[in-house]
């Protein structure tokens, strides 16, 4: 196993830790995953493990068919999804599948999130849009990812009756995607509950995209 | 005291870390109890001891009547209800019993959750039903319980006005089915707050069910 | 300083834990006194001072006029109310005040909690009712208190457009009501979200109290 | 560096804990600073490092011009609009910034917290009033912060459409100004889901504010 593979097993297998956090997975629905850069190949979690007993080894590797590759267990029984997307999205890095609450509940009514919140404009660049109704166990879940997702701002899509899928350029990017989008999915719900949120001018919501995707952060890459 | 039912008490205590760390409990308001594998006995959690206080050997023996069988401690309140279940429904090796706040409002409406997320469909086949008011003390609960579970997918039942009693072929299963009842009776309460979800259609929920039970997770038991 | 307050202040600084463990305390906005057993004392949290630093030796001692008799810091800017209580009420062991989230949005539209849950009818016997607005400073609060709950089965109080006094036989009964108030408060708000809770009738609410109060738990105190 | 700007160091990022411990903020959406005592000078979190990596030395230097005087990294985006307050309210010794769910939600419709709890009164002296629209860039976020509270005795302003400002006398009182304000931000948005809270008259509200501002607390500055 190459070192490039082993390293991104810890980090995939760590940021787990982050979809525990901030409380997006209930017992074991929820998974990461990450390409390996330069080679058709990703690391995603095996399927039904606690986060609890996932360890950087039980992290396996599948190819951009979602076939096992290298590691002990079954891989995620979203690996079908997850490898779609690094099949028609070079640029993806790193993909995200949770069942959080808020968002799911949106995905529920088949809505899609209002941009009325800065943080929404500056992560999301616009709305959270909705993907279809989709049955787990062939491609038909990756294509309403990427269907929905290729020609939007957001890194973050509900899918109908079902939760999220986020992707990033690396999976940690992936991870805060799906933070965020519980985080808005959230507020914007308890602001609907007492009244309408008041609207932010499409030119602020470009403006404000335009300034975090290009200005927030570190230089260098964290 | 067998190497089996020691094994199952320290299982059966450690499980009760999972009904706090999903906020299932508040108090000693919850309960977990494992059948003794080819034995009619089960062992279940002492009356009123705190989660942090717990340890195996606090753990109680009762036969499927139950009746202290080994333990220094009373069992729990609720052990008529956990005992009238491993009666009436052999093929069951695990019972819960919870408060937990989104499904206990469902229950004390009276009303079943709607089918409405693909992870319902997956874990429990359609809707969780509504099982009838009880009082505690005799066989009633229990009675309502198996009444309700006997012809129905789902391993949990709503009791009216009072909470959530899983089923599962393990404590640990049950435990499993407890955790993704209050999940699903959350999501669905926070869909329905602004909107009706979208239904999911029966060839859809059954589809998901049934792959769900025969294909998810590793092959080796969990 | 007798090891009877001695094991008391220890006691009562451990309960604080409690308070924010079930996140009924924002910053240093709750507090737990108990009476000392057969003296006209009572031992309280200081004044401002976070759930961090508290220490046994922090914890101060009053007489049951609120005067500081023992201890570094200024009582708790409640202490006169709890004071108010422990001289009306003889059998109070223990007082716990709150602002905890859902109780307190009941006590600010001013109504009562209703019995639409068992576990309602085990520990508070029926409704969590309301006591009057009331100026903290002198003995208002600890009047609108003691009226309230003199002639009512429910250990708790809904004070108006304030937060939650709760009392017991000692300060972990206090507490253990304070929880319990939290959790029913939050079920019966979910529950009515979305339609009207189901009744229980009085005569099983009756038979509820009756056999919690007498049967539940070990029959050694705990 | 001055010891009083190394304890000052340490003082602002130990504070961001309480961030993270109320459930304040996610991922790294949320800052702290806190003014150099007798120079013109503030300290604040650097730019997109999240609270777990944060460390004193990570903390940086600015004058009140948003210049970054010391440290490695970036300054916080935020930074201008805490310069802004420091150079227009030389008695604000600490700035806070939040995207807190309730808070937030009452900001994204544009609506102010009426006062309707005595908690609320004691910390806030009425309502939490919202500040005016405004895109991060430039002086125009610290422009509406002051603007809102210059008149105004609440310690935070509920920006429109984006989350929260508080101020303080040092950067633990601003944050102990952010965390009530959450708090009862959800209080009175649980509260109103049910019903219309009740008022409080306006000397309450006047007599409660005097009182906490001049009696809570120890005498010696916590």
Known sequence: ?????RKLRETVCRLHEELVRYNLVAWTAG?????????????IKPSGVSYDELTPESIVVCDLDGELVEG????????AA???????????????HTHSTYASAWAARGEAIPCVLTA?????????????FALIGGDDIGKGVV???ENHRSPAVLMRNHGVFSIGRDARAAVKAAVMCEDV?????????LGEPL?????????????????YGQRSPR
Chains 1, 2, 3, 4 share one sequence.
């Not at 998974?31 to 690391?43: A, H, M, T």
């Not at 002990?72 to 690996?79: G, K, R, V, W, Y």
């Not at 929404?120 to 279809?132: K, L």
């Not at 609207?199 to 200005?215: F, G, H, K």
């Open 199 to 215: 609207p932010i001018a499409q030119a602020d919501i470009d403006s404000l995209y335009d300034r975090y995707q290009n200005v």
């Open 1 to 5: 196993m190459s070192t490039v593979v």
């Open 72 to 79: 002990e267990l079954s891989p995620s029984s979203d690996t």
């Open 185 to 193: 999915a959230r507020t914007v719900h308890v602001a609907r509950q």
């Open 120 to 132: 929404m404009a500056d992560e999301f660049g616009g709305e959270i849009p909705v993907g279809p």
């Open 31 to 43: 998974n990461v995953s990450g390409r390996v850069p330069g080679e058709d190949l990703f690391v």
């Open 147 to 149: 269907a929905t997702l």
């Open 82 to 96: 997850h490898a779609y997307v690094y099949r028609a999205m070079p640029h993806v890095g790193g993909v995200v």
